[in-house]
T-cell receptor, first 113, second 115 residues
Framework: KNQVEQSPQSLIILEGKNCTLQCNYTVSPFSNLRWYKQDTGRGPVSLTI?????NTKSNGRYTATLDADTKQSSLHITASQLSDSASYICVVSKNTGGFKTIFGAGTRLFVKA | DTEVTQTPKHLVMGMTNKKSLKCEQH?????MYWYKQKAKKPPELMFVYSYEKLSINESVPSRFSPECPNSSLLNLHLHALQPEDSALYLC??????????????FGPGTRLTVL
């Protein structure tokens, strides 16, 4: 069964601290994995996209890793800011020649002053 | 221009009303999508248009009717909705829908409330 599981469900950290969000998937055959940031009531915004051959990709203070063998990905946020408070969604696409994208349930991050 | 716009931002309608949601992109993308998102849940795919043709309908009830008038516009016509249809409706676009390495660009969404 094609699934994307994210952990933790929610996380509270202090401003300036680092944190790591996890994404495990069973989607096959794998095409790509994306991390999105979604502010409450807004549309998701793409942070990173990685294919099978990519292990790490950075976007400013966001660094995503991918281990295609263990089917795990992580999103590391460095020096968190209040504006990082949002939901972070892991999305995995199947490579079937047609469109199939599976969304994780997301991790809700709260950054406190 | 990497923006997807959606109108209206908020919509309140009765169960007997007919309304439409609109989505527009000018990035030259050939795939456009409608998603429904309930609170604290991930987006759920409703429809996919590829080159202005409906390619995927995820068993959405007929009270939701999509339309793609041209490559830049996507509409979602609403009729006889139920209160449980209240949600954030997101539009997205991407270069293609063929499973390639494409980023989907999302609009800000329309917050729909059905009374």
């Amino acid at each position: 069964k094609n699934q994307v599981e994210q952990s933790p469900q929610s996380l509270i950290i202090l401003e300036g601290k680092n944190c790591t969000l996890q994404c495990n998937y069973t989607v096959s055959p794998f095409s790509n994995l994306r991390w999105y940031k979604q502010d409450t009531g807004r549309g998701p915004v793409s942070l990173t996209i990685m294919t099978f051959s990519e292990n790490t990709k950075s976007n400013g203070r966001y660094t995503a890793t991918l281990d295609a063998d263990t089917k795990q990905s992580s999103l590391h946020i460095t020096a968190s800011q209040l504006s990082d408070s949002a939901s972070y969604i892991c999305v995995v696409s199947k490579n079937t020649g047609g469109f199939k994208t599976i969304f994780g349930a997301g991790t809700r991050l709260f950054v406190k002053a | 221009d990497t923006e997807v716009t959606q109108t209206p931002k908020h919509l309140v309608m009765g169960m007997t009303n007919k309304k439409s949601l609109k989505c527009e992109q000018h990035m030259g993308h050939r795939a456009m999508y409608w998603y429904k998102q309930k609170a604290k849940k991930p987006p759920e795919l409703m429809f996919v248009y590829s080159y202005e043709k409906l390619s995927i309908n995820e068993s959405v009830p007929s009270r939701f009717s999509p339309e793609c008038p041209n490559s830049s516009l996507l509409n979602l016509h609403l009729h006889a909705l139920q209160p449980e249809d209240s949600a954030l409706y997101l539009c997205a676009s991407s270069q293609s829908s063929g499973g390639r390495v494409d980023t989907q660009y999302f609009g800000p969404g329309t917050r729909l409330t059905v009374l």
